[in-house]
């Protein structure tokens, strides 16, 4: 063997190959590379934990569609083993599908949530609000929601928008400063440098957090598939009467009634969005599973507000406008 002294030089130190070498490297586990939904995941998990430590009176809107449930899952799993600790809210058109209305009572009353209803009807009733010409009505939903969060002092209103969604929700921060009139201004933002959110504001304005931001609608079918999450009946394909209109299928009722030349027929339809009834259509589907409704939001080329909302179809600048008010 070879004496080592202070004289010695690197090729004088002998290289000792240990025998197990090989075995070790067999044994070794394997590196294990996070897939793009735990990234979304743990992102939208960090956003939730910093936002419930920074505010004083969080709220959760919770409609009962795709979105919004996820949002719901990812807070159970970021705040667990407690319970969530905020309200949900829904902002309620009075044109929801029952189906869904089911979903969400059933919901909160499982997970243990307190559910907060903001009714646009009452607004109606009382001669606050208008119905529109058109009659649909989630342009009405921006007063009854910044009366429900002025009402619950609520200083941070999380939403399940996605920038993928719409090019004014794309222009959004994950937190997004409110004036204190609920209103957004898009040429005044706070920068959010290596994942730092500011959710500081001053008396009687709030912040809008967004965890799914950087979510696209396959991410979340993806994670609805990985995660087992239910979901209202009306987003897998169905038997359904139903009328075309601009190029949607309306599903008929007391709020879209069919007009002249308009021809209700039974199709195999599903909902990529469920909001009110009177402008969110139907499209033609065969996707029956979570794993169908996964291979077609991947083949498609339309979000799926394009698709099926009406309202979005108003102005190129419908969801901007409805946000500068105060709208989600």
């Known amino acids: 063997m070879t004496a080592i002294t202070s004289d010695s030089t690197a090729s004088d130190i002998p290289i000792e190959t240990a025998p197990h070498t090989a075995a070790s490297a067999d044994s070794l586990p394997a590196t294990v590379e996070p897939s793009v939904l735990d990234a979304l995941e743990a992102e939208a998990i960090h956003i939730l934990r910093e936002s419930v430590a920074e505010l004083e009176r969080p709220v959760m809107l919770f409609s009962g569609g795709k979105d919004s449930v996820v949002m719901l899952n990812l807070a159970a799993k970021a705040l667990w083993p407690g319970r969530i600790p905020f309200p949900v809210l829904h902002v309620d058109t009075g044109h929801n599908f029952p189906e869904v209305l089911a979903f969400r009572d059933a919901t909160v009353e499982r997970l243990g949530v307190e559910l907060r209803v903001a009714r646009v009807q009452d607004y109606i009733d009382d001669g606050r609000l208008q119905e529109r010409p058109d009659g649909t009505r989630n342009p009405l939903q921006t007063l009854p929601l910044l009366d429900a969060i002025e009402e619950g002092r609520f200083d941070g209103v999380f939403g399940g928008g ?20 609920g209103q957004w201004d898009p040429k005044n933002q706070r920068p959010e440098l290596w994942r730092l959110y500011n959710t500081r504001h001053r008396p009687g304005e709030h912040v809008r957090i967004f965890p799914l931001s950087n979510w696209t609608e396959l991410d979340v079918w993806r994670y609805i598939e990985r995660e087992g999450i239910e979901l209202p009946s009306l987003y897998y394909a169905h038997e359904r009467d139903v009328f075309e209109r601009d190029g949607m299928l309306l599903s008929p009722g007391p709020w879209t009634t069919p007009r002249r030349g ?37 083949a498609s080329t339309i979000t799926e507000r394009g698709a099926t909302r009406a309202d979005d179809r108003l102005s190129e600048a419908a969801m901007e406008d409805r946000k500068k008010e105060g709208y989600f």
């Not at 997004?176 to 009139?181: K, Q, Y």
């Not at 021809?263 to 996707?287: F, K, L, Q």
Request: with cysteine; aromatic share 4%; charged share 35%.
């Open 162 to 181: 996605r920038r993928d969604e719409d090019k004014a929700r794309a222009k959004e921060r994950v937190v997004s400063l409110r004036s204190a009139f």
């Open 262 to 298: 308009e021809e209700v027929t039974t199709r195999t339809v599903r909902y990529r969005t469920v909001g009110d009834m009177s402008c969110t259509g139907a499209v033609p589907s065969e996707a029956r599973t979570v794993a169908d409704v996964v291979a077609e939001v991947a």
